[in-house]
């Protein structure tokens, strides 16, 4: 076997690059979609309230948006491998503090099984900055006129991973995997439905570190100076940087918006819908399936035709109209087709699946066209630290959007959160028509990929 140390030159090599990255982002994602069914059951467990839940979900971000630059940086300067599997390795032990938290709850109360759930929710938000290494490693490995799709499939892993690994956490936590692993698990491991999800996703991280080590080589890329990291710095840097500051701030406006509306988006289906839980699910895999298709097929193609910028523009437009649209999705389904039903979904339905299908395409032509824009603008040098920027705004922008979004939704009208999210979408397409800012060079239609 090839050493996996060895610099990535060749087409193939390439290839073989980019597959493995893909692999590995998406085993981590996966991993980090089990722990989502259980983790507000989890807290109410201890007797905390939802306010808890929404802490400790920002609690992640926060740490995410501290680390993700010092990640990015640290990988131009040490290497795109060394930190995916110092990211992996750290996930592993997080996932596992997690699934311990019961035990720390029987022998020395709430308040410390809470504070240990905090720690470990902490430690993996610091290491979930390794998707910006992510990246940047696609970046190294892929040509300029095909890294929006290259990006785009990173989405797709993304994508996979919350449909795929929600499901995962769903049968591990069920009754009888629980009773299995109870009656095959030594008395010191504990057998539950908090834990054996928690398990799962470490679990996951050490084969992603595993195949990291085994098959992932180091891309050829021009290396960084070895820098002292810095959080604030690079903002600012990359604030002044005229192409670079309309993309960072288009990742945080884009990021309070849709984090917020996610936040939103099961009390909306529940209020106004009547949706359960397992109906709420079906939607968010209903959209998570769209984004699989956009990111990994739809983007991909009409990249090689239509600018990083265009894209952009219109995945911002697009996301104008479905926010402002989705939450009166009954009374414009009532309008436009009365009480007619197709394939037996009524329109109130209907409608609300048209503006989820509108999200979700938005979304993902945004998403990728900003990444890609990211990567053009940046040195050879500094892509990691450009997406750590990047990701680290992203990650402010879900700290700070959930709360107000959830705030506006309990205290002020059902629909305002929605309609702030339009507006504040609004701002990016302004940004990105108003600012010069760096185009992705199209290829030939005709071309075929290398």
Do not use: C, K
């Amino acid at each position: 076997m090839q050493d996996p140390r060895a610099v990535v030159s060749s087409v193939t090599g390439r290839q073989r690059a980019l597959f493995a990255v893909l692999a590995i982002v998406f085993i981590d994602l996966l991993g980090f979609g089990i722990v989502i069914p259980i983790l507000p059951f989890y807290v109410r467990s201890f007797g905390a309230s939802d306010v808890v839940y929404g802490l400790l979900a920002a609690s992640y971000s926060f740490m995410q948006f501290v680390f993700a630059p010092l990640l990015g940086q640290l990988s131009d300067s040490r290497g795109r491998r060394p930190v995916l599997m110092l990211s992996l390795a750290g996930n592993a032990v997080a996932w596992t503090v997690f699934g311990l938290g019961g035990e720390v709850g029987t022998v020395a109360g709430t308040t410390a099984a809470l504070g240990t759930l905090f720690a470990a929710r902490m430690l993996a938000g610091a290491m979930g900055g390794n998707i910006a290494t992510a990246q940047a490693y696609i970046a190294d490995v892929t040509p300029s006129d095909r890294r929006a799709g290259a990006l785009g499939l990173v989405g797709a892993a993304f994508g996979l991973g919350f449909v795929f690994g929600p499901a995962l956490g769903s049968v591990l936590a069920s009754d009888g995997v629980v009773a299995g692993a109870t009656a095959l698990f030594p008395d010191f491991v504990p057998a539950t439905r908090f834990s054996l999800p928690s398990f799962g996703a470490a679990l996951l991280s050490l084969v992603a570190f595993a195949a990291t080590w085994a098959f992932l080589p180091e891309p050829e890329r021009h290396a960084g100076p070895a820098r002292r990291p810095r959080v604030i710095g690079q903002f600012v840097d990359a604030f002044r940087d005229a192409t670079l500051r309309p993309l960072v701030l288009a990742f945080l406006i884009a990021s309070v918006a849709f984090s917020g509306i996610q936040i939103a988006f099961i009390p909306y289906v529940a209020d106004i819908y009547g949706f359960d839980a397992s109906q709420a699910g079906l939607l968010l895999t209903y959209v998570g399936a769209l984004a699989v298709i956009n990111q990994g097929v739809v983007v991909g193609r009409l990249a090689r035709t239509v600018p990083a910028r265009r894209l952009a523009v219109a995945g911002a437009a697009l996301l104008v109209v479905a926010l402002g649209t989705f939450p009166f999705s009954p009374e414009i389904g009532r309008a436009l087709l009365g009480e007619s039903a197709i394939l037996g979904f009524g329109p109130r339905i209907i409608a609300l699946l048209g503006a989820l299908t509108l999200l979700s395409l938005g979304n993902s032509l945004l998403t990728v066209a900003l990444t890609t824009l990211v990567s053009l603008a940046a040195s050879a040098e500094t892509q990691g630290s450009a997406f750590g920027v990047t990701q680290g705004a992203g990650s402010l922008g879900r700290t700070v959007g959930p709360p107000i979004m959830t705030a506006l939704y309990a205290l002020v009208v059902y629909w305002s959160p929605f309609v702030l999210g339009a507006a504040l979408t609004v701002v990016i397409v302004v940004l990105l028509t108003a600012t010069q800012v760096a185009e992705m060079p199209t290829a030939d239609p005709t071309e075929t990929a290398e």
